[in-house]
C-alpha cells in the first residue's frame, strides 16, 4: 500500500512570496490533514477535510493560508505572502474515516528568508 | 483544556536502559492516545495507541500505561537500542470523525552504545 506522498521536500522562498504544497493521500481514505511543525515543537493542525469538505479549519492563518481538496483526493496548502515566522515542516496526514490511524507523508520543509 | 504536556523535553540513556515518556491532559473527553515516533526527514509513525478502558498495553519492547483518574499516560521503551533514538510524540483525540490529533511537544531520545 502505498503512503500518503508529498512534494515538494524541501522549499525556499523569500518573504512575501507564494508557495503551494501538494498531498496525495493512501487510496480510500476519506480524512485529510494538514499540519504545520515548528522546529522542536509537535504538530500544529491547520486544517482538517472530510472527503472534499472542510471540516474545522479554526487554527488556518485565513489572511495567508489557503487550503483546497478538489474531488475529494489531492489536496493543494498555498501560502501568499509567506512570512518568516511560517518557516516549518507541513505535514500531509490522512486517515479511512477519522475514526482510524493517522498516517503521516515525509512533509515539505519550508524555509522563508 | 485542548493542550497534552509532554515531559522531559529530552531524554538520554544507555543502551538497554528503560527510558520513559510522560503526558498529562485536561479534556475527560479525549479517548484515544497515541504515541508516535519520528526520525530526521521522516513524518510521525504511530509506534502504539491505548483507548482509556485498559489501563497498559504492550506491543513488543513499547508498553503504554494509562491512569484516567490523574489524566495521565506514559511510554516505557523496554532493552532500549541505538536504533530506538528518535523524537517521540504523545498525542490525544476525541476518537470520532471530525476531529483531529492534539500533539504533545515531543520528546528526544538519545540511546548511547
Known amino acids: 500500500e502505498a503512503g500518503v506522498a508529498q512534494s515538494p521536500r524541501y522549499k525556499i522562498i523569500e518573504k512575501r512570496q507564494s508557495v503551494a504544497f501538494w498531498c496525495n493521500p493512501i487510496s480510500g481514505h476519506a480524512t485529510l490533514y494538514w499540519y504545520q511543525q515548528i522546529l522542536g515543537q509537535g504538530p500544529k493542525l491547520l486544517i482538517q477535510?472530510?472527503?472534499?469538505?472542510?471540516?474545522?479549519d479554526s487554527q488556518l492563518p485565513k489572511d495567508r493560508f489557503s487550503a483546497e481538496r478538489l474531488k475529494g483526493v489531492d489536496s493543494t496548502l498555498k501560502i501568499q505572502p509567506a512570512k518568516l515566522e511560517d518557516s516549518a515542516v507541513y505535514l500531509c496526514?490522512?486517515?479511512?474515516?477519522?475514526?482510524?490511524?493517522?498516517?503521516f507523508g515525509q512533509g515539505t520543509r519550508l524555509t522563508v528568508v | 483544556q485542548q493542550q497534552v504536556k509532554q515531559s522531559p523535553q529530552s531524554l538520554i540513556v544507555q543502551k538497554g536502559g528503560i527510558p520513559i515518556i510522560n503526558c498529562a491532559y485536561e479534556n475527560t473527553a479525549f479517548d484515544y492516545f497515541p504515541w508516535y515516533q519520528q526520525f530526521p526527514g521522516k513524518g510521525p509513525a504511530l509506534l502504539i495507541a491505548?483507548?482509556?478502558?485498559?489501563s497498559e498495553k504492550k506491543e513488543g519492547r513499547f508498553t503504554i500505561s494509562f491512569n484516567k483518574s490523574a489524566k495521565q499516560f506514559s511510554l516505557h521503551i523496554m532493552d532500549s537500542q541505538p536504533g530506538d533514538s528518535a523524537t517521540y510524540f504523545c498525542a490525544a483525540k476525541v476518537n470520532q470523525a471530525g476531529t483531529a490529533l492534539i500533539f504533545g511537544k515531543g520528546t528526544t531520545l538519545s540511546v548511547s552504545s
Open positions: 477535510f472530510q472527503n472534499n469538505g472542510v471540516v474545522d
Open positions: 496526514a490522512s486517515s479511512l474515516n477519522g475514526e482510524t490511524e493517522a498516517f
Open positions: 491505548i483507548r482509556p478502558d485498559v
